[in-house]
């Protein structure tokens, strides 16, 4: 199993380009989310999906997309990069909610710098 | 709402020290606590996680008591290693596999 994988790595973008980030998870669980990392913040919750055709808002979500067609993926679109998007991104998977406490796994990671 | 605050870091030791991590919670209902590990240039691993009061979890040398009566999950491991460099961050989840995490906490151990 590739686990959770996140493309690209590292991106440059100018003011109001759009882009996507990419998730895929191989390990056919139903819990999809995306994460910003920022320094003395923690990780904040952008948005998350139960479930393919199924997405929902997080606590940080203005200037996010998201949409899961499958199981496996869940892209996070930005329509119009600014610079207080600047940040680290993760997406996480985890088998569902319908299960206590489940373990979630986290992907590398896809460093955002918006000039 | 939720929330986690951890002691912030840097937090300097030399090899075979103690490391003690404060972190404490605000929630509504019953938390599930957890302590995420990054370490250089990757993402996030689950370092270990309590679900109930005086649970007591515990992974790698490292372990935490979730203490209801004052709302904290402390982190402790008494001899680190070089190898235990990395950033840890404490977080809770009340439902829906929704995290809420703490700012996390740099540890950086010196041979």
């Known amino acids: 199993n590739a686990g959770v994988t996140q493309t690209p790595k590292f991106q440059v973008l100018k003011t109001g380009q759009s882009m996507t980030l990419q998730c895929a998870q191989d390990?056919?669980?139903?819990?999809m989310s995306w994460y910003r990392q920022d320094p003395g913040m923690g990780l904040r919750l952008i948005h998350y999906?139960?479930?393919?055709?199924?997405?929902d808002q997080g606590e940080v979500p203005n200037g996010y997309n998201v949409s899961r067609s499958t199981t496996e993926d869940f892209p996070l679109r930005l329509l119009s990069a600014a610079p207080s998007q600047t940040s680290v991104y993760f997406c996480?998977?985890?088998?569902?909610?319908?299960?206590?406490?489940?373990?979630?796994?986290f992907g590398p990671g896809t460093r955002l710098l918006v000039l | 709402g939720n929330s986690v605050t951890q002691m912030e870091g840097p937090v300097t030791l030399s090899e075979e020290a103690f490391l003690t991590i404060n972190c404490t919670y605000t929630?509504?209902?019953?938390?599930?606590l957890f302590w995420y590990v990054q370490y250089p240039g990757e993402g996030l691993q689950l370092l270990l996680k309590?679900?109930?009061?005086?649970d007591k979890g515990s992974n790698k040398g490292f372990e935490a008591t979730y203490r209801k009566e004052t709302t904290s999950f402390h982190l402790e491991k008494g001899s680190v290693q070089v190898s235990d460099s990395a950033v840890y961050f404490c977080?809770?989840?009340?439902?829906?596999?929704?995290?809420?995490f703490g700012g996390g906490t740099r540890v950086l151990v010196k041979p």
């Open positions: 999906s139960v479930g393919a055709g199924i997405t």
């Open positions: 390990m056919n669980h139903e819990y």
């Open positions: 309590a679900t109930k009061a005086d």
């Open positions: 929630a509504t209902g019953y938390p599930s």
């Open positions: 977080a809770l989840e009340t439902a829906g596999n929704k995290l809420t």
């Open positions: 996480a998977s985890s088998r569902g909610t319908r299960l206590p406490q489940e373990t979630q796994y």
